[in-house]
């Protein structure tokens, strides 16, 4: 690995924060033993409380950054310095005459100006050598910021992840990201989760760039023994997890829910975790359905734990969006079949081991995807079936060890 080199990586909250860590701890804590001095960058500001679990070494937090982030220093760099860009006018010209102009407008006033924040800060940074690779974990304002940096660090590295939402773009049904057409122009690898994610990243010449290296999930330990008998008495148990927003769906498992319940005479459970701007909407239309067993959770520690101790039969992801599903990856890795939405994403995930429904065609796909569940519940060899092909396709594909493996060999090879 390169010992020669130093690491800076920019992450959004990790280690401060939960929202990276299921999918970045792992990665983070072997990059650190690979490297002789790291430094992680969180861009976003939080107290002192760094993850208690986390086993990096030879790793340097770097707050100072996310301190600098407020409405004063936002205000006057934009007046300052991104009025009078370039880059910046080009991408609003671009926009003029677009659907939802002033969201997107407000996202380049964002990412413009923490990236010229971000820029001015690295450069006055003293310990950060000329030798460094530098690693956005997402593909965000950080890229656009390499774009000068690497002016300063000539015989350095730039590499960064595509994610989700930003390849997929944070608006609702719209896949507008900000800066596309330069945000990508200086790095050296961009890493994707998957062939899937290259569509939303065509006619930007990036072929050359490309690299392959998904984010893993660890190793279970199943029996398909226990807690898979189907008697009409006992409940199916079926459960989500995520942000409770528009994109994710969660109505839709409602009604899914109702349907099946009503088309199979079965029991069902229904265990939903998440939080997010449609909690209340979404707990008022579950009360109304007495058909259903309903537990809520806003937060779960151990997600894998959960899904064991509660004995879930089944996962459900309806998303309409999403990068890589690590709640799906997760149920699987514990011989839990999943029913999702055909998004790609979903589909790069669950084949013959689970469920698929259109989303463009719901009424219709979704009933027969109902009979199938049931066919599957009538047979219990067939149901553990669905059950082993689910654990053994995350243990060939997305195990956390096998996956650091191939990022491991991009960066030995920058």
Known sequence: MQKNKDLVIFTYDFPFGKSEKTFIKYEIENLSKDFENNKIINLKSFQDNILSD?????????????????IKSIFYIFFGKILFKKFFWKEIFFLIFKKKFFKKLKICVSEACHAVLLCDFIKREKKIESNTIFYSFWSNFPLISFIDIKKKFKNSKFIARGLGSDLNGYIENDDYVAFKNIKFSELDK???????????????????????????????KINLNIGNEFNLDEPIIFTSCGN??????????????????????????YIMIGDGVLKEKLLKKISMNNEIIFQYYEYVENFVNFLKQNKTHFFLNFSSQEGMPFTIMESMSCGIPSIVSNIPPNKNL????????????????????????NETLNNKRYYHQKSLDSFEFINKNLINSQCYQKMKTILDNL
Request: charged letters at 30%; a positive charge; glycine letters at 6%.
């Open 244 to 269: 409770l927003i528009d994109i994710k769906n969660n109505f839709l498992m409602i009604d899914f829910l109702k349907k099946f319940t009503i088309q199979t005479g079965r029991k069902i459970k």
């Open 54 to 70: 986390f086993k990096g070494e030879k790793i340097k937090f770097n707050k100072k950054f996310s301190s600098f982030i407020n």
């Open 190 to 220: 961009l890493i994707l989760l998957g062939d899937y994610q290259k569509e939303k990243l065509k006619n930007l010449n990036l072929e050359n760039k490309y690299e392959i290296a998904p984010l893993g999930v660890f190793s279970q």
């Open 350 to 373: 669950v084949k013959d081991n689970g469920f698929m429904f259109d989303l463009n065609n719901y009424e219709e796909s979704v009933l027969k995807m109902i009979n199938e569940i």
